[in-house]
């Protein structure tokens, strides 16, 4: 029982097979405006999207535009964020950001859904030696504390973007996984998964038509809460030097810089990237506890 | 003097989406030693009214009006402390459907057993566990001692009310409130749950208020019934004349929906649907669904009146007598 | 309920416990010998003769194929050596040994802090939904989670140390060069109480607060929303109906009642938590000079000391599994539906 748990601590724990809510937008518009949280949660994601799309349309200053004259200045009305060591403007580097981060995290939630999830079905689906194989595979992965395995791979990749790609996919694929292997046997049992059989669906159709598109919903909540999670990873990674290297524009890698700078009190190098992260990781965490609530009939308004 | 009370009884749950008005001035009274019944469709109010009377409401139910006069004092009023202190379990015991989700699932029975007698009794562990014991054999538990190490999950569903019952009773109360008692038992367990019951009244002179939708069970208990429907009483009173010559319509209705020995073809339904609660139908709530329904049942509430052949009835147009029974008196 | 059940059960759990670790061993091992380049020509750099080059290989087995390497690891790990650290010169398992008691004292501390807040605050916010404490606890569990622990930690230490001057800085474990004797239960804390040095005391308590404060506040947030959660279920069953039925004190119920069932779930938590702790734990001590496993790693990996690394992942990988074992018994024996 425990061994099913072990995924609490990370996002979407809890979540169960729905029945699929009927999405009428208009729905999902009044279940938003009773949840002012889930509101804010969808403002924030917005706004984190916008700066990744815009950021460098957006951005007053170059962001590798090393000016030695202007190093370490603190906040003003030309740098309202500062600058770094280098002179470089910390707004324009914390907007430009937006764009490596949010492609990082989107590319590892996404590897690890993908995997996660079809891992997660075949076990879930055929059961027996598929089931043990890879749900045991799943335990060892998970014996590991999250970010220290994330460490490990990260160091025996090197640093760069696909380092924490793959590292930050890694520790995320055993809650999908699990996730889809309990939806999919309780989904299996239902009466419509019994009557596609009846009328004579093969299996892989049953599988791919009617039992994936019905473990969507608890499937969205979670990567929704997983890119907060990874932001965090990511930028540990980064942080600790084994991701993303210094010139970089990354938050986790800014606030490093800010680090080295600690004992001259530059407290600007690092407090606006981490409000950065600490904004994105916010919205995420709103906007998918909110989907949780939303998408799942026992939690709605009422 | 009645022992219970209740007085134009008003309790609502609060949604975002408006008040829902459970129960809309329900009155009763309960004698000491009397067996009331209260019967109703789902949906009527018949628990919401158990709860209010202790005041164990769950969330986002409150009482918003009305008195509950126990001994001259008002339970809707009364100090969380007073009620928990000398009335629940002392004075007002309940029981519950589903007995085994009632019980605490972590706990043993013999511990939730003695933590009662110790704590409201101030019984120490070896008295406890005696009278633990002696009130499960009164109960009529085979084997109690090793009884009282079993988990809640150990238990039968039937087992799980007896146990139920005893912790009910280990305060010797006046009142045990029973909601739907038999509820989820199979047929022979529910006949001996109710032959206990019975007994139990019998042997104690504790009074029963049986809250049931089941009227075969109301009739093998009850000395009385009252019948609910949408937050109001609509007809109470003994049970030999409510079942014999129903005066309400509702009341007809329901007896004449109910399945019987040697009925021939369907069972009768009553049209419509149950009262929605958050815009309830002016007037008097059953009209819509009413046969005798006229053009003041929608405006005026009906006062709950005396009638015959004994009862009191809250309806404008009142079915007429059955004669057999007019003629007996 | 048997007492002999249950401790059979914990000694099969703990069997159980060997062919994970020993996967886990060899996940470990692997993931050091997949990295492009041979260890030694990483750390010895190019100025050293091919001699010594071969000899140091020799001496890390690493001019051996790769199974006789494993199986050549377990042997000596099962002699309690881990290879010698290619930076301090010793046996890691030494290394590790000197190390784990600084770790072990703050993550210990800061998830008491963490326990000791959340329970009541998910409690209190149960019993009280929509109150102000319940707003509180909303709010902390949803920054918490939000926050990154390396950040947090800078921040505080912004504030405390260098602007208000409360605090000692990033110093370690006693906020100066103290170096302590030799060791009683590792516990700086403990040990100088021991010892009847109040002064070092103090200081070790004034340097524990902000790691502490740091690690406990991150792991907090999990803790008491799930409290939260699973006491709101536990008020509003049936059973806690019962108990309120029956006129016990509110206390009881709560406590002894609804808390008992509630236990599970926010064991389960901690002990999620416990292995988050164990990553955030690194970036901690790397923040605050911490002298323990953290620090230790990160400047194993930062000078690719091989064996230094490996230990490292498998002693915290084997503390993480010993707790979670705990947890499994400790679910055995509060809860009488589990089967086992």
């Known amino acids: 029982m425990a061994v099913e748990e072990r995924n609490l601590i990370a996002p979407g724990a809890g979540l169960t097979a729905a029945p699929p809510v009927v999405g009428r937008f208009s729905d999902f518009v009044y279940q938003l405006r009773g949840n002012p949280a889930t509101f804010a949660g969808l403002f924030i994601v917005v706004v984190i999207v916008l700066s990744a799309l815009l950021g460098p349309v957006l951005a007053r200053y170059d962001p590798y535009a090393v000016d030695l004259g202007q190093s370490a200045v603190g906040p003003s009305l030309a740098h309202p964020f500062g600058t770094d060591q280098y002179g470089e403007d910390i707004l324009t580097r914390v907007v430009v950001a937006a764009r490596l981060d949010l492609f990082m995290v989107l590319s590892a939630v996404g590897a690890s859904m993908l995997i996660g999830v079809a891992l997660g079905a075949l076990a879930g689906f055929f059961g027996r030696f598929f089931d043990e194989g890879i749900m045991r595979s799943q335990d060892v992965l998970q014996a590991f504390p999250r970010f220290v395995f994330a460490m490990a791979v990260a160091w025996a990749l090197g640093p760069g973007i696909v380092t924490v790609i793959v590292a930050t996919a890694a520790i995320n694929i055993p809650g999908y996984a699990r996730l889809m292997r309990s939806l999919m046997l309780s989904v299996k049992e239902t009466q419509f998964a019994l009557a596609a059989v009846a009328v ?103 | 003097m009645a022992l219970l009370e209740v007085s134009d009884l008003r309790t609502s749950f609060f949604l975002r989406s408006g008040e829902l008005r459970v129960l809309d001035g329900v009155s009763l009274e309960i004698q000491a030693g009397e067996v009331l019944g209260l019967v109703g469709e789902t949906g009527s109010g018949k628990s919401v009214t158990a709860y209010s009377i202790t005041r164990l409401l769950k969330q986002p139910g409150r009482v918003v009006g009305g008195e509950v006069k126990w001994d001259g004092r008002d339970l809707v009023r009364l ?30 029975v013999g511990r939730q057993l003695t933590q009662v007698l110790r704590i409201r009794r101030g019984m120490d562990r070896r008295e406890a566990r005696a009278e633990a014991i002696r009130i499960l054999k009164s109960v009529y538990i085979s084997d109690p001692e090793s009884r009282l190490d079993s988990y809640p999950h150990e238990l039968s569903g039937g087992m799980a009310q007896r146990i139920m019952i005893a912790l009910a009773l280990s305060c010797q109360p006046r009142l045990l409130i029973a909601d739907e008692p038999t509820t989820g038992l199979d047929v022979t367990t529910q006949h001996q749950i109710v032959l206990l019951l019975r007994e139990l ?129 | 309920m048997g007492s002999t059940r249950l401790l059979l059960y914990a000694a099969r759990r703990i069997l159980l416990i060997v062919p994970v670790l020993l996967v886990a061993l060899f996940l470990t091992f692997a993931l050091t010998r997949i990295v492009p380049g ?36 377990l042997r000596d790990l099962s002699q309690g050596k881990m290879g010698t650290s290619y930076t301090t010169a010793q046996d890691v398992s030494k290394d590790l040994r000197q190390r784990f008691p600084a770790t072990f004292e703050l993550v210990t501390y800061a998830m008491l802090f963490a326990v000791a807040v959340a329970l009541p605050l998910g409690i209190s916010a149960a019993i009280k939904k929509d109150s102000w404490i319940d707003s509180i606890a909303r709010a902390v569990s949803v920054l918490g989670v939000s926050m990154p622990i390396f950040w947090l930690g800078l921040m505080l230490l912004y504030v405390f140390f260098y602007f208000l001057g409360w605090l000692p800085g990033p110093v370690g474990r006693t906020g100066s060069a103290i170096r302590f004797a030799e060791p009683i239960t590792g516990f700086l804390t403990i040990d100088a109480l021991l010892k009847g040095d109040f002064d070092l005391f103090l200081k070790a308590v004034q340097a524990l607060i902000l790691p502490c404060f740091t690690l406990g506040f991150v792991a907090m947030a999990p803790i ?20 309120r039925s029956l006129g016990l004190p509110f206390r009881v119920v709560v406590l002894r009642h609804a808390l008992k069932n509630a236990l599970i779930p926010i064991l389960t938590i901690t002990a999620a938590v416990y292995g988050y702790a164990l990553g955030g734990e690194v970036l901690v001590e790397i923040i605050f000079a911490w002298p323990g496993l953290g620090q230790y790693s990160y400047n194993a990996l930062l000078s690719s000391d091989f064996p230094a690394i490996q230990g490292f ?25 589990v089967k086992y």
């Not at chain 1, 606006?272 to 904004?279: Q, R, S």
């Not at chain 3, 992942?313 to 707790?323: A, E, G, K, P, Q």
Request: net charge positive; proline share 8%; charged share 20%.
């Open chain 3, 224 to 243: 008491a929303r799930m409290t939260r959660a699973v006491m709101a279920e536990a008020l509003q069953s049936d059973y806690v109906r019962t108990a």
């Open chain 1, 200 to 302: 004579g669906n093969s299996r892989w159709r049953l599988l791919w038509r009617h039992l994936l598109p019905n473990c969507l919903t608890p499937i969205i909540v979670l990567s929704t809460l997983q890119c907060g999670f990874t932001i965090l990873e990511a930028a540990g990674l980064s942080f600790i030097g084994l991701g993303v290297r210094v010139p970089q524009a990354e938050w986790g890698v800014m606030i490093a810089m800010g680090l080295q700078d600690f004992l001259q009190g530059h407290w600007w190098i690092y407090t606006f990237p981490g409000l950065a992260i600490a904004f994105a990781v916010l919205g995420f965490n709103l906007l998918g506890d909110g989907l949780q609530d939303i998408l799942d009939p026992k939690r709605r308004r009422v």
């Open chain 2, 201 to 329: 009244r019998d042997r104690t002179g504790m009074a029963i208020l049986l809250i049931t939708h089941d009227l075969a069970l109301a009739a093998q208990l009850c000395d009385r019934v009252a019948v609910l429907y949408a937050g109001r009483i609509a007809e109470m009173g003994p049970i030999g004349h409510l079942f014999r010559s129903p005066r309400h319509p509702y009341t007809a209705a329901l007896l004449a929906s109910r399945p019987r020995l040697g009925l021939q073809g369907d069972i009768l339904t009553i049209p419509g649907n149950v009262a929605n609660l958050m815009r309830p139908p002016g007037g008097c709530r059953f009209h819509p669904r009413c046969p005798n329904a006229t053009q003041v049942c929608a405006q005026q509430q009906p006062p709950l009146e005396p009638m015959d052949p004994g009862q009191r009835v809250a309806c404008h147009n009142p079915m007429p007598q059955r004669q057999e029974l007019a003629a007996s008196g």
């Open chain 3, 38 to 73: 041979n260890p030694v020509d990483r750390v010895a750099g190019p100025y050293i003769s091919l001699e010594r080059r071969a000899e140091l290989k020799h001496i890390a087995y690493l001019d051996r194929p790769f199974y006789e390497q494993f199986a050549l690891y």
């Open chain 3, 313 to 337: 992942v498998l002693l915290v990988t084997f503390v993480y599994m010993v707790i979670y074992l705990a947890l499994d018994i400790a679910t055995a024996a509060l809860d009488p539906r």
């Open chain 2, 79 to 108: 100090w969380e402390s007073e009620l928990e202190q000398e009335i629940r379990g002392k004075e007002i015991s309940m029981i519950f459907q589903s007995p085994r989700e009632a019980l605490n699932p972590v706990i043993t």
